[in-house]
């Protein structure tokens, strides 16, 4: 192929490649569960990346993916297969990946402009706030790269809003101190936007969790009392609907009652836990997530989304735009959707300026699957969590380290002869987590449970089985037995 021809692709060079890409993805996905879950990179394939040539000629397309398929195709991070139970990582949605593609053709930023990639993010907020019962005019909402950034763009809100001359001041020259609360279950990344948001890890309260992981009310009061009568500024309580380490669902009633009587902002974190709210199971545990002043929401995780895809809601969108917006005078607008700048623009909404269409594979998801499809794959997942649980129960030498909630279960191999040694069993597991993992016939992740090292199990993946948890129950108790 010529310098020119590679640039401008011939329409029979576009379907030929295309072709063996739709051919090599079908592959990729339909192998998969035969193949080990994880193994690691050999040590010199990954020499051979990290210090591999800067292409200096350009190569030949096809010798191209071929090397796609033999050095980065064979050794998957993990999930997509049926029996990967780590983190909170689930298959791929297969329309997701043609809408990658189909996205990346158009590849529009959705900064903002009157362009129907706008309209289509549009339509995918309004549909989440009717998904859970969220004020459908004055609020707003902002596709992310995930939960993360979620997080981040709602905490910014709240700090702006309970401190409305921070964008001029800074944190420093508040005339209180600004203080945030999370439980010591929250996740890492709300800590890690509190800290950039210049909060100051002193001011970062860690409020305890009772038996099943579930901040304390009572903690939660008396800790805003003792901070407002020292002067402070109580600014923003973060809960979990749904922590990542055991699914834990916060009281997100009794907390919001708080929250209301302190005037604290009410931030939930649903990014793992959010969609459970479809099911009968959830959706009266989860109906608080529409009282949130902001939240988090992934549907990279139980939506089945490709990765990335995160939504940060906030209740007040005039608040939100007030918090992120400075707007250079050639984009300025005020809603007009008759001319080229079109409604207010995302970028004015939140911290980046160019914008990807992720909103492409949110809207074709839930378009194709429906709020029936995902009401139903999230209940699989909810059944297969009760069968794990019940066969760990029904094992003598498996123990459940806490309820399970959502569709996480913690468990740890302990023969009743090693239940007084705690020690030993953290160590033991350990060991059997690692040999699990490395093994390749199932994955399972960790987490610590009251000082107890813990195996964990998190049950996003519609192609998982109930074989699939079987194997996992009968794997992990045999390598258990030959470590002992
Ligand atoms: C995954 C997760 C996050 C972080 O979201 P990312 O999508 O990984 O950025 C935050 N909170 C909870 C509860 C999560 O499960």
């Given amino acids: 192929m010529s310098e020119d021809a590679k640039w401008n692709w011939s329409e029979d060079e576009i379907k030929r490649v295309g072709y063996r890409v739709v051919d090599m993805i079908s592959d990729y996905l339909t192998r998969l569960p035969s193949r080990p879950v994880f193994q690691p990179c050999p040590p010199d394939l990954i020499d051979g990346f990290v210090d591999g ?92 790269s995930g939960g993360s950034m979620a997080n981040l763009t709602g905490l910014t809100v709240a700090r702006h809003v309970k401190s409305p001359n921070v964008r001029k001041e800074g944190m420093q020259s508040l005339p209180k101190r600004a203080i945030a609360y999370m439980s010591s279950e929250g996740h890492s990344c709300v800590r890690k936007a509190l800290e950039l948001l210049g909060f100051g890890s002193d001011n970062i309260r860690t409020i305890p969790v009772d038996d099943s992981l579930k901040m304390r009310v009572a903690d939660l009061e008396l800790t805003i009392r003792r901070d407002l009568e020292e002067g402070h500024l109580p600014v923003v309580a973060t809960v979990s609907a749904g922590t ?20 604290v902002w009410f931030h939930v974190d649903a990014a793992y836990g959010g969609p459970a709210i479809l099911t009968d199971r959830h959706r009266a545990d989860l109906s608080p997530l529409k009282d949130a002043d902001s939240l988090a929401l992934d549907p990279h995780k139980w939506m089945y989304v490709p990765v990335e895809a995160g939504l ?12 992120f917006s400075l707007v250079p005078p050639y984009i300025r607008t005020d809603g007009n959707s008759a001319g080229v700048l079109g409604l207010p623009w995302f970028s004015e909404y939140g911290f980046q300026q160019t914008r990807g269409f992720r909103a492409l594979k949110v809207w074709m998801a839930l378009k194709l699957h429906g709020v029936d499809g995902y009401t139903h794959a999230i209940d699989h997942d909810l059944v297969l969590a009760d069968r794990l649980a019940e066969r760990v129960r029904q094992s003598g030498d498996l123990e459940l380290l806490t309820q399970p ?17 705690e020690e030993m069993l953290n160590q033991l597991n350990k060991r059997l987590l690692e040999s ?9 992740s960790s987490t610590t449970i009251r000082g107890a090292f813990s195996l964990r199990a998190c049950i996003i993946n519609h192609r998982s089985t109930e074989e699939d948890i079987d194997l996992l129950v009968n794997h992990v108790r045999l390598i258990g037995e030959s470590l002992e």
């Avoid at 699990?436 to 399972?444: E, Y």
Wanted: with cysteine; net charge neutral.
């Fill in 436 to 444: 699990v993992q490395l093994g390749g016939q199932a994955f399972l």
């Fill in 244 to 263: 990542a380490s055991t699914g834990a669902i916060d009281p997100l009633n009794g907390i919001h009652e708080v929250c209301r009587r302190h005037g």
């Fill in 312 to 323: 940060a809601l906030v209740r007040d969108g005039a608040a939100m735009r007030d918090a």
């Fill in 53 to 144: 040539p800067l292409p200096q000629a350009g190569e030949n397309v096809d010798a191209l993916l071929d090397e796609f398929t033999s050095k980065v195709a064979s050794f998957p991070f993990g999930n997509g297969h049926p029996r990967f139970f780590g983190w909170v990582n689930s298959p791929p949605a297969v329309i997701g990946v043609f809408a990658e593609a189909l996205a990346a053709a158009m590849n529009p930023s959705c900064a903002g402009g009157n362009h129907a990639a706008i309209y289509v993010e549009r339509q995918v907020i309004q549909w989440f706030k009717k998904l859970l019962d969220f004020p459908m005019s004055g609020s707003m909402g902002l596709l992310v």
């Fill in 405 to 421: 909630s959502l569709s996480i279960v913690c468990f740890r191999y302990a023969p009743p002869r090693l239940r007084h040694d």
